[in-house]
């Protein structure tokens, strides 16, 4: 795990855009009466990530939240940091985000502070500079979870593909670290072959191709991000000849993360065998939650919430750690799962 410290240090830059701005508008219930949100949605190359944004402006409705027109950073540092001086410079109260590299965003978050912005993330821990709330589930639990499945499902014995995403993020990593310790407890007879990513499809393809052509007895697959690998991986395996269905001979066991209705469609086929869950739904109700509490400058403490999840504090903030289930065979059709209610 990666060192984290807090540092206040700023640039002045999000001071100097809001001197002499013009307040933003936004919603049509009466918005100057309410405070306002700014939203940045991370990436829409993911279906995960799509379908955050469609919950995002359900939430928005039901919610009744005056918010500014959301921006979108396509998982590019700069578009994002361009994003929030953007939205900071229109005077919100708080903004909600989802920095893809979370080792950079000390000056850009410090700077929020400095202009009294609050900060909610989603998904993402932002390891420097002061934040309001995370969003997010533990996802070091994510790379065990997997890794717990692959092994009981090998028997202990193999070699396992571990699609990793960026190692400059903090899900990356975290996901790789719970997988890996995981695997060297409790599985030292499965060989792990780490393949980072980039959270890229078209590199995790690449990657896993070239590892099926040098290791042809590789009998499972850690997919981190089912939204952004699994097509890939299954078009890969599927020109291969190598796509068996669950419990036929040659069937390479795959277990992925982000819980998106393609994941549960491939598991009721046996072309994969489980995914973990993250809430899509509940990531955008809380995050647009926070976001409003913050406007009107209440607080939270650390411990157990009324929606079934756990407050933590972080050296730099708190975080609300959402459950996130592991979803097999057995509890795919589980109507409590948001993929089963998402909308295209």
Same mark, same amino acid.
């Given at each position: 795990?990666?060192?984290?410290?807090?540092?206040?240090?700023?640039?002045?830059?999000?001071?100097?855009?809001?001197?002499?701005?013009?307040?933003?508008?936004?919603?049509?219930?009466?918005?100057?009466?309410?405070?306002?949100?700014?939203?940045?949605?991370?990436?829409?190359?993911?279906?995960?990530?799509?379908?955050?944004?469609?919950?995002?402006?359900?939430?928005?409705?039901?919610?009744?939240?005056?918010?500014?027109?959301?921006?979108?950073?396509?998982?590019?540092?700069?578009?994002?940091?361009?994003?929030?001086?953007?939205?900071?410079?229109?005077?919100?109260?708080?903004?909600?985000?989802?920095?893809?590299?979370?080792?950079?965003?000390?000056?850009?978050?410090?700077?929020? $502070?400095?202009?009294?912005?609050?900060?909610?993330?989603?998904?993402?821990?932002?390891?420097?500079?002061?934040?309001?709330?995370?969003?997010?589930?533990?996802?070091?639990?994510?790379?065990?979870?997997?890794?717990?499945?692959?092994?009981?499902?090998?028997?202990?014995?193999?070699?396992?593909?571990?699609?990793?995403?960026?190692?400059?993020?903090?899900?990356?990593?975290?996901?790789?670290?719970?997988?890996?310790?995981?695997?060297?407890?409790?599985?030292?007879?499965?060989?792990?072959?780490?393949?980072?990513?980039?959270?890229?499809?078209?590199?995790?393809?690449?990657?896993?191709?070239?590892?099926?052509?040098?290791?042809?007895?590789?009998?499972?697959?850690?997919?981190?991000?089912?939204?952004?690998?699994?097509?890939?991986?299954?078009?890969?395996?599927?020109?291969?000849?190598?796509?068996?269905?669950?419990?036929?001979?040659?069937?390479?066991?795959?277990?992925?993360?982000?819980?998106?209705?393609?994941?549960?469609?491939?598991?009721?086929?046996?072309?994969?065998?489980?995914?973990?869950?993250?809430?899509?739904?509940?990531?955008?109700?809380?995050?647009?939650?926070?976001?409003?509490?913050?406007?009107?400058?209440?607080? $939270?403490?650390?411990?157990?919430?009324?929606?079934?999840?756990?407050?933590?504090?972080?050296?730099?903030?708190?975080?609300?750690?959402?459950?996130?289930?592991?979803?097999?065979?057995?509890?795919?059709?589980?109507?409590?799962?948001?993929?089963?209610?998402?909308?295209?």
């Amino acid at each position: 795990m990666k060192s984290r410290t807090i540092r206040t240090t700023c640039t002045g830059c999000i001071a100097v855009l809001l001197a002499g701005c013009l307040t933003a508008c936004g919603g049509t219930d009466d918005p100057g009466n309410r405070p306002q949100i700014g939203i940045d949605i991370p990436r829409a190359d993911s279906d995960f990530w799509k379908a955050y944004a469609k919950y995002l402006q359900q939430e928005i409705n039901d919610q009744q939240l005056s918010v500014l027109p959301p921006t979108r950073s396509d998982g590019d540092d700069a578009t994002f940091t361009a994003n929030v001086h953007s939205l900071a410079a229109r005077h919100p109260k708080s903004i909600v985000m989802a920095p893809q590299n979370t080792m950079t965003t000390d000056s850009t978050l410090s700077e929020l $502070f400095r202009a009294n912005i609050h900060t909610i993330s989603v998904d993402t821990e932002p390891e420097h500079g002061s934040v309001y709330m995370v969003v997010r589930t533990d996802n070091k639990t994510y790379g065990t979870k997997a890794c717990e499945f692959l092994g009981k499902q090998l028997g202990g014995k193999g070699k396992v593909a571990e699609l990793q995403g960026a190692l400059t993020s903090i899900n990356g990593y975290e996901r790789s670290e719970g997988f890996a310790a995981c695997m060297k407890h409790n599985y030292p007879g499965i060989q792990v072959i780490a393949l980072p990513t980039d959270w890229k499809g078209d590199i995790a393809s690449a990657k896993l191709q070239s590892t099926l052509a040098a290791n042809r007895d590789l009998n499972g697959i850690y997919l981190q991000a089912g939204g952004v690998f699994l097509q890939p991986t299954l078009d890969l395996l599927r020109q291969k000849g190598l796509l068996k269905p669950a419990g036929q001979p040659g069937h390479i066991t795959i277990v992925s993360n982000d819980g998106i209705p393609q994941e549960f469609d491939a598991i009721r086929k046996g072309d994969i065998d489980a995914t973990v869950s993250q809430p899509a739904d509940l990531y955008a109700k809380y995050a647009l939650y926070y976001a409003k509490a913050a406007a009107e400058g209440r607080n $939270f403490q650390p411990g157990p919430t009324d929606h079934h999840s756990t407050i933590i504090s972080l050296p730099n903030g708190l975080e609300d750690q959402l459950p996130a289930p592991l979803v097999t065979k057995e509890n795919v059709d589980d109507p409590s799962l948001w993929a089963n209610h998402a909308t295209g």
